[in-house]
């Protein structure tokens, strides 16, 4: 199974909000190769065990899933992070294709739902 992999928020994140439950930021992060676009979350330790653990599982099992990070933050990268303070979040890489809560609002999909439901009620 692959790792993990830890980054460093970088200065200039934006607070994203698609109906999202938790606190999420956009930005960059700094690799040990490379420099990459985030969603990064603000959450318990807990939580981003949880992140962590699903992400890695579900992309050994082939499911479609952005590359998860854990990310290390501090008050220089995230205003939210008191002075002197530093934050581990879960990351998830930008992905090139829309989030399922993104496609699951279009109303394209909707509209497929709700010939789908109606199929099924026809077979009952």
């Known amino acids: 199974m692959e790792h993990i992999e830890v980054a460093t928020l970088l200065p200039g994140s934006k607070k994203f909000n698609e ?17 990459v676009v985030v969603f990064a979350k603000l959450i318990p330790p807990r939580e981003i065990c949880v992140e962590a653990y699903c992400a890695l599982l579900g992309r050994a099992m082939g499911i479609p899933i952005p590359k998860p990070y854990l990310i290390l933050a501090d008050s220089s990268s995230l205003d939210v992070i008191p002075k002197g303070h530093h934050s581990l979040m879960f990351g998830s890489e930008d992905a090139t294709y829309p989030s399922f809560r993104r496609y699951a609002q279009c109303q394209g999909a909707m509209q497929k739902l709700e010939a789908f439901k109606s199929s099924l009620d026809v077979g009952v």
Not at 19 to 34: C, E, L, P, Y
């Open 19 to 35: 109906s999202n439950i938790n606190q999420t930021w956009k930005g960059h992060v700094k690799t040990s190769a490379d420099t």
